[in-house]
């Protein structure tokens, strides 16, 4: 994977072609929420998922807050960085529904 600090545009794009990562950062637009709907909307499976997470935290487009508690709980959410991505994800629906 390409490091975000060295070019940040292609490490984004590059990510965005993994399958899933459109639809988490889409999903993630309107709040948090947990690997089990992320995995429902995705339709991933499960490691994959984890990967893909992962790699979307360590470029800093999403946030991972586990709560202590029983069951353990942990709630995805968009960054700010990640919120930039906003209009751009915005651009790709508009143009999936005039080809769609």
Do not use: C
Not at 19 to 41: C, D, E, K, M, P
Request: no cysteine; glycine share 8%.
């Amino acid at each position: 994977m390409i490091k975000f600090a060295e070019k940040p545009l292609e490490a984004v794009l590059e990510l965005l072609g993994q399958r899933g990562v459109y639809t988490i950062l889409r999903s993630l637009q309107n709040g948090s929420l947990r690997f089990g709907a992320l995995q429902q909307v995705t339709a991933l499976p499960p490691r994959t998922l984890s990967l893909r997470l992962k790699e979307l935290e360590e470029l800093g487009l999403i946030s991972r807050t586990e709560h202590h508690e029983v069951p353990p709980r942990v709630d995805y959410t968009l960054t700010e960085r990640g919120r930039g991505l906003e209009p751009a994800l915005e651009a790709l629906a508009r143009w999936e529904e005039k080809i769609g």
